[in-house]
T-cell receptor
């Protein structure tokens, strides 16, 4: 069964304190792995798509990497406005369903 | 509008009532998805439309749930005889690409359903 597990559930950082969020996945055949950001009361906002192991994508203070079993979202020198829930999701080949993890709630304190 | 619009934003229903949730996707987007998100959880897939064709409804939890997109644009998710376990946020997302295979889904703000 296709599955996505994110850790930690919650992460508290001081402003400027870099860290990483983990996404472990099992999927029959990976079409793509996606990262989204979700603010309270809002829908998820697309960040990145990774297609194959070794691929990396960057956007401002965020960098996403992919291996055959995991993806990491690295946050460099975070700011309070980076506080949000970060969702990882996978889509398997041959289907349309996107399977989401439960998310990591990130709190960045000034 | 520029984004995905969902209505109503909030709906309170008594157990047993029928509800209808509307989604206006971004104009020209061929793919439309419905998701259900419980508090503290990630979105769970319900169904997928490519234009007016419903290609995957494997995530609909029971035959009380029904979705349609008759003209390939606006979509409606209908829940009949609502139960307390149906309380959740229902998210609609659209994509320019068939199947949403780029992962770039544009989500609405959701419809929060509370069943008393």
């Amino acid at each position: 069964e296709d599955q996505v597990t994110q850790s930690p559930e919650a992460l508290r950082l001081q402003e400027g304190e870099s860290s990483s969020l983990n996404c472990s996945y099992t999927v029959s055949g990976l079409r793509g792995l996606f990262w989204y950001r979700q603010d309270p009361g809002k829908g998820p906002e697309f960040l990145f798509t990774l297609y194959s192991a070794g691929e990396e994508k960057e956007k401002e203070r965020l960098k996403a990497t992919l291996t055959k079993k995991e993806s990491f979202l690295h946050i460099t020198a975070p700011k309070p406005e980076d506080s949000a829930t970060y969702l990882c999701a996978v889509q398997a080949t041959g289907g349309f369903k996107t399977i989401f993890g439960a998310g990591t709630r990130l709190f960045v304190k000034a | 509008g520029a984004g995905v619009s969902q209505s109503p934003r909030y709906k309170v229903a008594k157990r047993g009532q029928d509800v209808a949730l509307r989604c206006d996707p971004i104009s020209g987007h061929v793919s439309l998805f419905w998701y259900q998100q419980a508090l503290g959880q990630g979105p769970e897939f319900l169904t997928y439309f490519q234009n007016e064709a419903q290609l995957d409804k494997s995530g609909l939890p029971s035959d009380r749930f029904f979705a349609e997109r008759p003209e390939g644009s606006v979509s409606t998710l209908k829940i009949q005889r609502t139960q307390q376990e149906d309380s959740a946020v229902y998210l609609c997302a659209s994509s320019l690409v068939a199947g949403g295979i780029t992962g770039e889904l544009f989500f609405g703000e959701g419809s929060r359903l509370t069943v008393l």
